[in-house]
């Protein structure tokens, strides 16, 4: 499944409660009906003072060609004029978000692991937006997040759904790949994974210790963001069970 993930910022003068207004009232209907959507998420931070940002947006689509008709390129934020609704869409975000303040990112999805049957609403989830280490090539780094690292990240104490999304255009991509990790309880985030404040794993949890240690091998850790928020389906059309 592909997937555009925006990391939403909210304009200046607008407050934290304003801005979520206007985004889950507002603009999620029509999110929704952007065609060629199969699924949409909304994950609003648990900690908006402590957040990086002030919510996810992900939107999934079938193929790579449905999601460029509809909201451009990795290159570009321009939708197709043709996609009625995706334009819209578009011009809609202009009212409430600093559209050059967030990034987005565009990749194709993997579940790891999952013992929630597919049904994500609801859960809590952390979402790593990584950066490889400097010197090191997108083709190592990603290699080595495949075969060393996202072992341990799927046997993290409290783990009930891991993805990994890879970007369908390393060049063009803002980040070099977003791992999710979702929990049924906001406690058990915590206790795995630190604070929305903090970038440290509690070291008395085993797993989530060696793997906080193993980022140190291929990430850039202080430059890539991470977002602790609640997810919210607004919309599912798929076969929910791994998508």
Do not use: C
Not at 35 to 51: F, I, K, N, W
Not at 80 to 106: C, M, N, Q, S, Y
Not at 121 to 138: C, I, P, Q, T, W
């Amino acid at each position: 499944m592909y997937k555009h993930v925006a990391l939403l910022v909210r304009q200046d003068g607008l407050t934290h409660d304003e801005f979520r207004e206007r985004w889950l009232d507002g603009h999620a209907p029509l999110a929704r009906d952007i065609e060629g959507v199969v699924r949409y998420h909304t994950v609003v931070p648990t900690d908006p003072e402590a957040s990086e940002f002030d919510g996810i947006a992900e939107l999934y689509f079938e193929s790579l060609a449905d999601l460029h008709d509809a909201l451009g390129s990795p290159g570009s934020r321009d939708s197709d004029p043709t996609k009625e609704v995706a334009a819209t869409a578009r011009e809609d975000v202009d009212d409430f978000l600093a559209v050059d303040g967030r990034p987005r990112f565009i990749g194709e999805e993997v579940v790891q692991k999952d013992e929630t049957g597919g049904d994500t609403d609801g859960l809590y989830k952390h979402s790593a937006f990584l950066v490889r280490k400097e010197g090191m090539s997108h083709g190592s780094f990603r290699d080595y997040w495949q075969t060393e690292h996202t072992p341990l990240a799927r046997d993290i104490e409290g783990v009930v759904r891991y993805h990994t999304v890879y970007p369908t255009d390393p060049e063009a991509a803002e980040f070099d790949g977003v791992a999710e990790l979702y929990f049924e309880t906001l406690e058990e985030l915590h206790d795995a994974l630190g604070s929305p404040g903090s970038r440290d794993y509690d070291p008395t949890k085993e797993v989530a210790a060696k793997a906080r240690e193993d980022v140190d091998n291929f990430l850039a850790v202080e430059e890539r963001p991470r977002f602790i928020g609640r997810e919210t389906v607004q919309l599912d059309e798929t076969d929910a069970e791994g998508y």
